[in-house]
Structures are given as structure tokens and as C-alpha cells.
């Protein structure tokens, strides 16, 4: 005696006519807030938020040799003070801005 399963699967065809695409984006870093003004990376700082010394160009993000990520504008605000990475205290250097 056999046990065989026939499935029917019938299919219907499905003409698209208009669609609204909706997307989001995040940068791809384990942190995803700059830790100096506590906003979320792909948002703007609170500088650009405000409106202060903000470029049209928008807000951009500075990454250190050390791996972490900061707002462009916090960043250098902060090295005003010190020239190291506020969360491991190495010695800041700047390895792309974007």
C-alpha cells in the first residue's frame, strides 16, 4: 500500500499595478548612537538639529582608526577639549568621514 501524498497547488496570477516603496537604512556599526550628544547616528546631531554651524551638506559622521563613530560636529567639539576618543581614551585620528 502506498502512502504517496499528490498535492493540487493552483496558481493565480497577480498583475502589480502601482506599488509605494518604503525603505529604511542604518549604518552598519555594532553603536549605533554618537556617544557625545546620546542621538542616534543616522539622525542628525544636535548641532544640525538646531540648525548651528550646520553645512547644507548635512550632518556626517566621523569615524576614528579606533573603530568608533561619532557625528562629525560632536566629534570636534570634543577635540576642542581633549584629542582622544571619548570612550577609550585613545588617541584621537580621524580615518574617514562620511
Partial sequence: MS??????????????????????????????????????LQEECIECQAEINCAASGCHIAWGCCG??????????WLKRQQKCPLDMSEWSTEKIT
Fill in 3 to 40: 502512502s504517496e501524498k499528490t498535492e493540487k497547488t493552483d496558481k493565480i496570477k497577480i498583475t502589480l499595478e502601482s506599488a509605494n516603496l518604503v525603505y529604511t537604512w542604518k549604518w552598519n556599526i555594532t553603536n549605533e548612537l554618537c556617544s557625545i550628544c546620546r542621538c542616534e
Fill in 68 to 77: 568608533h563613530a561619532f557625528h562629525q560636529h560632536c566629534i570636534f567639539r
